[in-house]
């Protein structure tokens, strides 16, 4: 799985700089990143291979051990979405298309990439795993949102121009952005999380808040310096470039966990062996069976025929079985706390799925109204999300 997510995630950042650059090409109608653009999608197409070689190689673990029908399903919608990605670059070298498609085009390919690793994290078991994966979602996500942020405000810019509807998109891009980096916070290590942080106090944030705000509020009758657009894509890049880099840190800490993880196990394997074996020796094998099972206290020497002997076998066993309960528990709440985090998250996209079927808004729209529901019910969003989803039969 951890080899599945860091190539889904190197090819999920690969599509939204290309995506960006397109966005600046169509929107000056060819005349701006030409070259950049080329540069973007022969990187993409690398990283598009190196993909797909990871997916035959683990094709073994996917298709003969336990793997969820929803990760599977989720893979095959990516391969297809790719499938196509020569049209539809094809269409946009000839400005064929506009850019409000190109731009929706590519957000649905990388949508389906972001579901494969959102699935992926779902059949971890580990809650120490768990975690991460949930931390690392949230991530990809706000950086997902980030680069449709670089990708509108880069057409905006380009045609020197935002209309009240597009300021209203980058508007909820912004909001929805920082939702997903809350929920990162909450699952991050400490220090990953100081360095997402410090990214607020580098120069280059200052510089680009002037133009966020001009992105949010310049409105149809303003003009703007069309130049800007470079700025713009130079500023978001930046950040999307650090958030991968916060990214690429992130997986390189799952991987390490997952060898500590498997360390312990193993571990923990060969003292349940060791303890075995010395019960074997010891001729008492059958007498733990009561001290587990039975009704008397598990110190109590009469549980053995040879009181020292069976106090010491009792006592270790016990130790060993308190100890399991213990962690057995702590991992099925720190699991469920992961769990929860990625079902909140699947809620909301599915009730804005709804709401943009059956009333016919936007993506961004479809958030805006579920923000605004839990603020006039004072709910949180996952439960007002849940709400929608359960009258969805009443919509129809």
């Known amino acids: 799985m951890g080899k599945l997510i860091l190539s889904a995630g190197n090819l999920i950042h690969r599509l939204q700089r290309e995506r ?13 990143f030409s070259g950049e653009l080329e540069a973007m999608i022969r990187d993409s197409d690398q990283q598009q291979a190196a993909f ?34 020569p049209d539809l670059r094809h269409g946009i070298r000839r400005l064929e298309i506009s850019a409000e498609t190109a731009i929706h085009a590519y957000i649905e390919r990388i ?13 971890v078991v580990d809650p120490a795993i768990a975690g991460m994966l949930v931390a690392l979602v949230n991530l990809m996500q706000g950086k ?67 133009l966020r705000g001009l992105a949010c509020s310049a409105g149809r009758y303003r003009p ?54 010395s019960l074997d020796e010891s001729g008492y094998a059958p007498q733990p069976v009561l001290v587990i099972c039975g009704t008397s206290h598990p110190d109590s020497a009469d549980n053995f025929p040879h009181s020292e002997a069976g106090r010491i076998l009792g006592r270790s066993i016990m130790d060993l079985v308190r100890q399991q309960a213990r962690r057995l528990d702590q991992v099925n709440q720190e699991l469920n706390r992961s769990r929860e985090a990625l079902e909140d998250r699947r809620a909301i996209g599915k009730a804005a799925e709804l709401l943009m079927q059956h009333q016919q808004v936007g993506e961004d729209e479809a958030h805006k109204q579920l923000r605004k529901l839990a603020m006039d019910q004072g709910r949180k969003l996952p439960e007002v999300a849940r709400s929608v989803i359960s009258m969805s039969g009443l919509l129809r």
Not at 22 to 30: A, E, I, M, Y
Not at 113 to 123: G, K, N, R, W
Request: aromatic fraction near 8%.
């Open 224 to 277: 703007l310096d069309a130049k800007l657009a470079e700025q713009w894509f130079a500023l978001m890049t930046r950040r999307i470039d650090q958030l991968k880099d916060l990214e690429d840190r992130m997986e390189d800490h799952f991987h390490r966990r997952c060898i500590e993880r498997y360390t312990e196990a193993r571990n923990a394997l060969a003292h349940e062996e060791k303890l075995t074996e």
């Open 111 to 123: 949508r389906h990439l972001l579901t494969v690793v959102f699935d992926a994290a779902e059949t």
């Open 144 to 210: 997902e949102l980030a680069g449709q942020e670089r990708a509108w405000g880069a057409l905006g810019f380009s045609r020197g121009r935002f209309d009240p509807a597009l300021s209203r998109r980058i508007t909820h891009l912004i909001d929805a952005q920082e939702q997903s980096f809350v929920v990162f916070g909450q699952f991050a290590v400490p220090d990953l999380l100081a360095l997402w942080k410090g990214h607020h106090l580098e120069p280059y944030w200052q510089e680009l808040q002037p």
């Open 20 to 32: 960006g650059a397109s966005n600046v090409f169509l929107g000056s109608g060819g005349t701006r």
């Open 52 to 85: 797909e070689r990871e997916l035959m190689e683990i094709q073994g673990e996917l298709t003969l051990h336990p793997t969820s029908t929803s990760l599977l399903n989720s893979i095959a919608a990516a391969l297809h979405g790719l499938e196509s990605m």
